[in-house]
C-alpha cells in the first residue's frame, strides 16, 4: 500500500497534547524571589521532586521554573510506557550492576507502587493500566536472547513468561512474531501528559510555586545560597534540584554526559471494533521488539495505536531546535513498518505524528550527583525509559540534598556516572558510527562488529 496516504492528514503535534485537559499556562517569573528549594525544570523530574519535597516536609518552600510549560517536552510526548525498571531493563542492568540488580528491581517496583498509589492520593486520572509488557522477538536469533534473560530474571526475583509464537500471537497477531517474554506486572500505560498535569496540578495544591516560561540562564553561587538568573528576575534558594533533561543545563559539566536525540512516534485514528478483532491485544499489553534498533507500541484509551521509536536522531552539535521535531521521512519509514507489523490494518490512516528529544547517556539509565558544596543536585539520563524512573530519580536528589545516607545514595548506580562522550566532531561520529553497527548487527542475526565490542567493554554498549 501507498504509506503515504496514511499519513496525509496526520497532525504534525504529539497526541497528548491535543488534549483539552491541558491547563492554562502560569505566569513567567518577574521580580526577585527567595526559597528553601528552587526545582529547575517542569517534567516528570522536576514534578517529582517538587511534590515529594512537599510531602516530606510540607513547610518547605519549594518553587518550580520550567523554560515552556510543564510537560510540554518529553514528558508530554512520549510512548506512556512506566515501568518499574530503574536500569532501562534487566540485561542493562546486569551488564553494569550485577550485584546490586535484587535490590534495584525491588526498588524499582516499590517506585512503579508508589506512582500509582500517588494517582489515587491526589486523584489523578492519567489512564493509569497495569497492562505488563510484551517483548517480541521478530527474528529467530532474538528467541536464544529472550529465553537468556528469562534465566537472568530469576536471579533478580523476577518472573518473566516466554511464549512461543502461537502463544503471542494469541495476544497480539502479528504475521512477524516469533515468540515474546511477557512481563506481566513490571509495566503500567499511562497518558503521559494527564500524568505530568496531574503532578503540576498536586503540586500547586500542596504549595508548590510554579512560573513556566522562566528559562534559568545562569546559577551564581552566593555562598550560603544559589541565586538562579532568568530573564525577568532571580531567585535565591537554599537548595536546587536540576532536572532538565535532555535540554542545555545551567550545569556545563552535564553536557559532557547527554546527548539530546530526538525520537518520533505516529498515532492512528481509532481502530473500529472489526479492525481491533484482527489484532486482537485483549491484554491490551504494552509491546516492544527485541532488535537493537527497535519498535514501541500500544494502545490509547480510545483505541489508537501509538508506533514509535526505531530511527533515533542525534544532530550535529547537540543541537535542540522545534523544527527538528518534524521528520516526514521518519515519519514515512515508521508507517512502512508499522504496515509490515499489522499488515491485515491496511488502509488505517494516521492522525498525529510528532518528535521529541531524549536525554541519553551513555550507560542509557539515570546518573546523579551534586555541585555547589552539595546545595545543588541533578538527575539525568534516563534515555527513554523515564516515565517511571524519574520519580526515583527525584527521592535520589532530595537523599543527597539532605546529606544523610540512604539506601538509595548507597548503591554504585547512584554514585557513578556513564562514559562521557567526546566532544565535537567525534562525538557525532560516533553516534552515527553506533547506529550504523546496530543496524548492521540486527541484519547479521545479533553478531556485533569491533565497535559495539569496544563499547561494551568501556561500559558504553548498548543492548536493547
Not at 497532525?11 to 524571589?33: C, I, K, V, Y
Request: aromatic content about 10%.
Amino acid at each position: 500500500m501507498d504509506v503515504l496516504k496514511a499519513l496525509a492528514e496526520a497532525e504534525p503535534t504529539p497526541f497528548w497534547l491535543a488534549d483539552p485537559a491541558a491547563p492554562e499556562p502560569a505566569a513567567a517569573l518577574t521580580g526577585p524571589a527567595s526559597c528553601d528549594l528552587a526545582v529547575v525544570g517542569g517534567g516528570y523530574t522536576g514534578l517529582w521532586t517538587a511534590l515529594r519535597a512537599k510531602e516530606r516536609d510540607p513547610s518547605r518552600d519549594v518553587v518550580l521554573v520550567e523554560a515552556d510549560v510543564a510537560g510540554g517536552a518529553a514528558s508530554g510526548r512520549n510512548g506512556g510506557f512506566c515501568s518499574a525498571s530503574l536500569t532501562h531493563g534487566l540485561g542493562n542492568g546486569f551488564a553494569r550492576w550485577p550485584g546490586e540488580m535484587l535490590t534495584l528491581e525491588r526498588l524499582g517496583r516499590e517506585n512503579l507502587g508508589g506512582i500509582e498509589a500517588t494517582l489515587g492520593r491526589y486523584g489523578i486520572d492519567a489512564e493509569f493500566e497495569r497492562t505488563g509488557e510484551l517483548d517480541v522477538a521478530t527474528e529467530d536469533w532474538q528467541l536464544a536472547e529472550l529465553t537468556e534473560l528469562a534465566e537472568r530474571a530469576r536471579d533478580a526475583g523476577r518472573n518473566l513468561e516466554f511464549l512461543d509464537a502461537g502463544a503471542v500471537r494469541a495476544e497480539v497477531d502479528s504475521p512477524t512474531y516469533r515468540g515474546a517474554l511477557w512481563d506481566r506486572d513490571g509495566v503500567a500505560l499511562v497518558h503521559p501528559a494527564k500524568l505530568a498535569w496531574g503532578l503540576r496540578r498536586a503540586c500547586l495544591e500542596a504549595g508548590v510555586r510554579i512560573f513556566e516560561r522562566t528559562p534559568v540562564r545562569a546559577i551564581d553561587d552566593e555562598g550560603r545560597s544559589l541565586r538562579l538568573r532568568t530573564p525577568y528576575g532571580s531567585i535565591t534558594a537554599a537548595k536546587v534540584a536540576l532536572g532538565t533533561g535532555g535540554f542545555p543545563a545551567p550545569l556545563r559539566r552535564l553536557r559532557h554526559f547527554i546527548a539530546p536525540v530526538y525520537d518520533y512516534a505516529l498515532v492512528t485514528e481509532p481502530l473500529t471494533d472489526a479492525q481491533l478483532a484482527s489484532v486482537g491485544w485483549r491484554s491490551r499489553a504494552g509491546v516492544g521488539d527485541a532488535g537493537n534498533q527497535f519498535h514501541y507500541y500500544r494502545l490509547t484509551a480510545d483505541n489508537r495505536i501509538l508506533w514509535g521509536g526505531y530511527d533515533a536522531i542525534y544532530h550535529y552539535g547537540g543541537a535542540v531546535r522545534a523544527e527538528l521535531e518534524r521528520r516526514p521521512a521518519t515519519y514515512a519509514l515508521l508507517a512502512e513498518h508499522f504496515f509490515t507489523t499489522f499488515p491485515q490494518l491496511a488502509g488505517l490512516r494516521f492522525s498525529h505524528a510528532w518528535g521529541g528529544v531524549i536525554d541519553t547517556c551513555s550507560r542509557f539509565c539515570a546518573f546523579f550527583g551534586t555541585a555547589h558544596g552539595g546545595r545543588l543536585a541533578y538527575a539525568a539520563g534516563y534515555t527513554g525509559l523515564g516515565v517511571g524512573a524519574t520519580r526515583f530519580g527525584a527521592d535520589v536528589m532530595l537523599d543527597l540534598l539532605s546529606g544523610e545516607e540512604t539506601e538509595r545514595t548507597r548503591l554504585a548506580m547512584v554514585g557513578s556516572k556513564p562514559v562521557p562522550f567526546p566532544p565535537e566532531p567525534l562525538r557525532y561520529g560516533a553516534v552515527q558510527l553506533t547506529r550504523w553497527s546496530m543496524a548492521r548487527a540486527d541484519r547479521r542475526e545479533g553478531r556485533r562488529n569491533l565497535w559495539l565490542r569496544a563499547l561494551d567493554a568501556i561500559g558504553a554498549g548498548f543492548d536493547s
